[in-house]
């Protein structure tokens, strides 16, 4: 079992940056593969980013590939998503998960976390 909790999300402007994190507890996050997924407005939630329990292996959507980095620091059990170059389309409520049912980029994650909200204005 592993709790997660988002923070970081807010208002920035097109081209702006910001950091989440992804805080998780229980004994088992190190051996977890990550997630980032979204979901905007009107939208079905989205794969966005996956990182391996070791960090040594990350997948990324194409719409954020080059601009978003996903990494882990498992002594901090936190993962983080940097955004680069933010886009109003990646106004979304952007949400952390553990443990993915079979593909990492898949919407099918068994832990959860609440959601933070991500808004970039133009």
């Known amino acids: 079992q592993v709790q997660l909790v988002e923070s970081g999300g807010r208002l920035v402007q097109a081209g702006g940056s910001l950091r989440l994190s992804c805080a998780a507890s229980?004994?088992?996050?190190?051996?977890?593969?990550m997630g980032w997924l979204r979901q905007g407005p009107g939208k079905e939630r989205e794969f966005v980013a996956a990182i391996t329990w070791s960090g040594g292996i990350t997948y990324y959507a194409d719409s954020v590939k080059g601009r978003f980095t996903v990494s882990r620091v498992n002594a901090k059990n936190t993962v983080y998503l940097q955004m680069n170059s933010l886009k109003p389309e990646d106004t979304a409520v952007y949400y952390c998960a553990a443990n993915p049912i079979g593909d990492p980029k898949s919407r099918e994650y068994n832990y959860w976390g609440q959601g933070t909200q991500v808004t970039v204005s133009s």
């Open positions: 229980g004994r088992t996050f190190s051996s977890y593969t």
